[in-house]
C-alpha cells in the first residue's frame, strides 16, 4: 500500500508541475497555440509518466534503505542521528555569518547554495565522526550495550568469547559453563541466532531437532548466566557466510572464537584469531593411560582379529583387547599394553589382567 502511495504521490506532483509548466513560459511563445488546455494535458501526461519512473526509482531506494535500517543495531541509528543533528547545529553556527556579507543582486543564488552544501557536508561528516567514535557516546544512550561494556572495562576483549552456532548445538557449552572451565563474557551474534532458527525449522527431522536441541540448551545458559551471555544485534549484509561474519566479527572485537568446526578453527587461526576448539578441549583432559595401567572395561563386540574384544572409555576411546573375544558381554580388567594416536582419534591396546600375568 505504502509502495502505491509513493508512486502515486510522484505522478501526482509530477502531472501538477507540467499542467502549470505552461505558465513560465515567456510571454508570446504561446501565441500560436490553439488549444492551451490540450497543450496542458499533453505536458502533464509526459511529466506523470516521468513522476512514474522517478516514483518508482525512489520507492526502490526507499525499500533498500528501510532494509538496511531494520537490519543496523539499534546504537549506531542512535550515534548517527546524534551525529547529524551535531552536525547541522555547526552548520547553522558557521555559516550564519555568511548571511551578513553583502553581496549583489545578480550573486544572491550564491549565499543559499553554500548554506546547502556546508550544512551536507558537515552533516555528513558528523555522522562519520558518530560511526568512528561513537563509544563515548554509546556509554550514555545504553550502558549495557557491547561497545559501552569495553569502554567501561566490564568486558575485556582478551577473555570474550564468540560462540558458534555448533557449539551451541552441541550442548557441551552448558557444562563449561557449570564447572566454571571458561571465564569471560560469552557473546551471541545476532546472525547466529538467525542460522539456529533456520536449522530449528528444517524440513529435515533431525536437522530440525538439533535446531531445536540448540535453542533449547541456549535459552538454559541465558537463564542460568543472564550477566555473561550476552546476545548482540550485529549483523553484515555484505558478507553472505555465517563463518565469514563470525571471524570479521571476532576480529573487531578482539574476541576468542569458541566453536567445535575444525574447519573454521583452521580459518580464523590463519587470520590470526584465538581460537578455543571444544573438541580440543575433550582430547586436552583425556587421561592418558601407560603400558601396565589397568582399566575396567565391558567388552561390547569381536574385533577384526578373531581373538580380539572391543570396548570403549567413557570419552569414547576404544580399547582393543588381545584374546578378549571370549569375554563379549562382560565387564574385564585389562592390563594396557599400548596406545596409538590416529587421525580418527586414540586407540589403547590391552590384554586381560590375568593373561598379563602370565
Not at 526502490?60 to 550515534?79: D, F
Not at 547541522?88 to 553581496?103: D, G, K
Not at 583425556?286 to 582399566?295: A, H, K, S, V, W
Not at 582393543?320 to 574385564?332: A, C, P, Q, R
Amino acid at each position: 500500500m505504502l509502495d502505491a502511495i509513493i508512486i502515486f504521490s510522484f505522478i501526482l506532483a509530477a502531472a501538477g508541475v507540467g499542467f502549470y509548466s505552461t505558465d513560465l513560459l515567456p510571454d508570446g511563445s504561446l501565441d500560436g497555440v490553439t488549444n492551451l488546455d490540450a497543450l496542458r494535458l499533453v505536458v502533464a501526461t509526459f511529466a506523470a509518466i516521468i513522476g512514474g519512473a522517478v516514483g518508482l526509482r525512489f520507492q526502490t531506494g526507499y525499500r533498500r534503505l528501510e532494509s538496511q535500517v531494520r537490519e543496523m543495531p539499534l546504537e549506531a541509528i542512535l550515534t548517527r542521528a546524534i551525529g547529524l543533528v551535531i552536525g547541522l547545529l555547526l552548520a547553522n553556527l558557521m555559516l550564519a555569518p555568511l548571511f551578513l556579507i553583502p553581496i549583489p543582486n545578480d550573486f544572491s543564488f550564491i549565499k543559499p547554495l553554500i548554506a546547502v552544501v556546508g550544512s551536507i557536508i558537515l552533516a555528513y561528516t558528523g555522522m562519520n565522526l558518530a560511526d568512528t567514535h561513537g563509544r563515548g557516546l554509546l556509554r550514555l544512550i545504553n550502558p549495557n550495550t557491547l561497545e559501552s561494556m569495553v569502554v567501561e572495562g566490564t568486558l575485556k576483549p582478551a577473555s570474550t568469547k564468540v560462540l558458534d552456532t555448533s557449539c551451541i548445538i552441541d550442548g557441551r557449552i552448558e557444562t563449561l559453563l557449570e564447572t566454571g572451565f571458561l571465564e569471560g563474557q560469552i557473546i551471541v551474534p545476532q546472525f547466529i541466532l538467525q542460522e539456529l532458527q533456520q536449522v530449528a525449522d528444517a524440513s529435515k527431522d533431525q536437522k530440525r531437532v538439533r535446531g531445536r536441541r540448540g535453542l533449547e540448551i541456549l535459552n538454559r545458559v541465558k537463564t542460568d548466566y543472564p550477566e555473561r551471555i550476552v546476545i548482540n544485534p550485529v549483523n553484515y549484509a555484505d558478507i553472505a557466510t555465517v563463518d565469514a561474519k563470525l571471524i570479521k566479527f571476532a576480529q573487531e572485537i578482539s574476541g576468542t572464537l569458541l566453536t567445535n568446526d575444525y574447519n573454521l578453527s583452521k580459518v580464523a587461526s590463519l587470520q590470526k584469531i584465538p581460537v578455543l576448539n571444544v573438541n580440543d578441549l575433550v582430547n586436552a583432559v583425556r587421561p592418558t593411560y601407560l603400558p601396565g595401567d589397568n582399566i575396567d572395561i565391558k567388552i561390547l563386540k569381536e574385533g577384526k582379529e578373531p581373538s580380539q574384544g572391543i570396548g570403549y572409555l567413557e570419552d569414547g576411546t576404544m580399547v582393543v583387547v588381545e584374546e578378549g573375544s571370549s569375554y563379549v558381554g562382560g565387564e574385564l580388567r585389562v592390563v594396557v599394553t599400548s596406545a596409538l594416536q590416529t587421525s580418527a582419534g586414540r586407540m589403547i591396546f590391552a590384554k586381560p589382567q590375568a593373561s598379563a600375568l602370565t
